[in-house]
């Protein structure tokens, strides 16, 4: 098990390294003699280190094979854990170099918050002005988004079938949802089949930004943080700063298209879309916005603004945080009560299973409603056998005891996220905001951290700990303590002799 996940870790850098080619080229274009070092360079010394790796492992296997006289062994599921909790933190750490070498960020915390919050998709940014930094930075911190957002692990399954550990399990330990599964035969189909559609649908949306005015290089920066569901962008006023309601209606809709399950899509297109009339998950997901959006557009046209306005503010930042995006079309900070407190509710929702959205998944919620009317139809009518239903069907047995212990699992941290920012000198109502924002994924809270505000002013231990919380937030909880588990090689994660 031990060697898994440095494996997995080169590997997974190695397509990190590709992916500073393009941020790379732009350097190079713009004459940016700081900016073409600070990506060339780690791309150089990944590569060699993934090369290296990558034959060394190959020589193992072959003289395994020589002496056992077999292939590789059964993937094991705490290899799966360890190498994508392993493959995630190196990601993160590797992405935090080129913004460190690029002059940009002045610390190291800096970069690795900004890396952090790139990857998991969460937009959180310590840049008080995103604008003066260079656009080579500012694309290398949308493509995290987008690269991210669909997963490093589902990327290399896709590319790199011969890695040998486990494939579903790999994609499992990452997916987010509690139920996972493949949509085709093979599991390498499926990630390159939900990748095609991510690429797609990636080039549509920057062809409609386009249309909208915005130039190509920013049509693409904020269809990787849309698709992405991450939220950074090239202005300081995000979408605001463009005054374009088309902009912003196309986000609207691209935002809402990332937070549905991937799945959705894939059946659609091969027509087996005959079950989706009884999804329970998109039903709800749908029903929370239309109802967030009605009831902050009744307070904003209660407040003053016109109703088509006020319709277009309300379904943007609805859409913004119930999809754990965290663009801003304006600063909901200054809205009334009643639109912001629909705005900190959505803050626990959260997008699809099998989506780019963070959160605790509308599902998860669906099913706990569910079970709590079953539970009082039962109490009043305890001589009848009532059953919650999902998608149509009797819900799995187990299904809403490990819902309700994620569930738990996910306050517990945001609550310990909580008092970690309240000792280190933040307001309550901030401290909790923000610990909800980055477990998940979200990215703006309310206050100071809110979406006219940033994270820079943080201490650099709270940086680390809003760090950890982003990371656990993007890979499901039990996966990234699982990880600290293997890790520091507590009992319970050992591997079995």
Same mark, same amino acid.
């Given at each position: ?5 440095? !494996? ?23 004459? /940016?003699? +700081?900016?073409? %070092? ?8 990944? @590569?060699?280190?993934?090369?290296? +790796?990558?034959? =060394? ?13 077999? $292939? ?9 854990? +360890?190498?994508?909790? #392993? ?11 080129? &913004? ?13 918050? /900004? ?32 690269? $991210? ?6 990327? =290399?399954?896709? !590319? ?9 399990? !790999? ?29 797609? &649908? ?10 909208? $005015? ?26 605001? #700063? ?5 902009? /912003?209606?196309?986000c609207t809709i691209f935002m809402l298209v990332a937070a549905l399950n991937f799945g ?8 087996? $879309? ?25 307070? &904003? ?75 009082? %139809? %039962? ?6 056998m009532w059953t919650s239903r999902i998608d149509g069907r009797p819900a799995p047995e ?20 909580? &008092? ?31 979406? +006219? ?34 890790? @520091? ?9």
């Amino acid at each position: 098990m031990t060697a898994v996940p440095p !494996l997995a870790c080169s590997f997974f850098l190695a397509l990190c390294g590709v992916s500073l080619l393009p941020p790379l080229v732009v350097a190079l274009r713009d004459g /940016e003699s +700081a900016g073409a %070092r600070a990506f060339a360079l780690p791309a150089a010394a990944v @590569f060699a280190a993934a090369a290296v +790796a990558f034959f =060394a492992h190959r020589r193992l296997r072959a003289a395994s094979r020589a002496v056992v006289g077999g $292939g590789p062994a059964a993937p094991n599921p705490r290899a799966a854990v +360890a190498a994508v909790g #392993a493959a995630w933190t190196a990601v993160c750490l590797f992405g935090a170099v080129p &913004l460190r070498l690029s002059g940009s960020f002045p610390r190291f915390v800096d970069a690795l918050f /900004e890396s952090t919050s790139g990857f998991t998709t969460t937009g959180a940014t310590v840049l008080a002005d995103v604008e003066s930094v260079s656009r080579s930075v500012n694309l290398w911190r949308c493509e995290t988004h987008w690269l $991210g957002g669909m997963g490093v692990i589902a990327l =290399a399954v896709a !590319l790199v079938p011969f890695l040998g550990i486990g494939g579903l399990r !790999l994609l499992n330990a990452e997916s987010t949802g509690p139920e996972k599964g493949k949509l085709t035969a093979r599991i390498k189909d499926t990630a390159r089949t939900l990748w095609l559609l991510y690429v797609g &649908l990636t080039a549509l949306q920057t062809c409609l930004l386009r249309l909208c $005015g915005m130039t190509w290089f920013e049509s693409a920066c904020h269809a990787f943080s849309t698709l992405g569901t991450g939220g950074f962008s090239t202005r300081n006023a995000s979408l605001a #700063a463009f005054a374009s309601p088309a902009a /912003e209606w196309v986000c609207t809709i691209f935002m809402l298209v990332a937070a549905l399950n991937f799945g959705v899509y894939y059946r659609l297109l091969a027509r087996k $879309g005959e079950g989706l009339r009884s999804a329970t998950e998109p039903r709800a997901f749908a029903t929370v916005v239309a109802a967030a959006a009605a009831i902050a557009t009744v307070a &904003l046209a209660r407040a003053g603004e016109p109703v088509g306005r006020a319709f277009r503010l309300a379904a943007f930042q609805v859409s913004s945080i119930v999809s754990t995006t965290g663009f801003a079309s304006a600063d909901f900070d200054l809205w009334p009560p009643a639109a912001k407190m629909v705005l900190f509710a959505l803050l626990f929702i959260g997008g699809c299973s099998g989506s780019t959205a963070g959160g605790v998944k509308a599902i998860r919620w669906a099913v706990l409603a569910k079970e709590a009317l079953a539970g009082m %139809r %039962r109490f009043l009518h305890p001589r009848v056998m009532w059953t919650s239903r999902i998608d149509g069907r009797p819900a799995p047995e187990g299904l809403a005891a490990g819902v309700a212990g994620f569930v738990a699992a996910y306050l517990a941290l945001v609550g310990a996220v909580s &008092l970690a920012g309240a000792f280190a000198g933040l307001h309550p109502w901030e401290s909790f905001t923000a610990a909800l924002s980055m477990v998940g994924n979200v990215g703006p809270a309310f206050g100071s951290l809110g979406p +006219a505000g940033n994270y820079g002013a943080l201490s650099p231990a709270l940086k680390l700990c809003h760090s950890f919380a982003m990371l656990a937030g993007r890979l499901e909880i039990f996966t990234m303590f699982a990880f600290l588990g293997w890790l @520091f090689r507590f009992p319970s994660v050992r591997s079995t002799p």
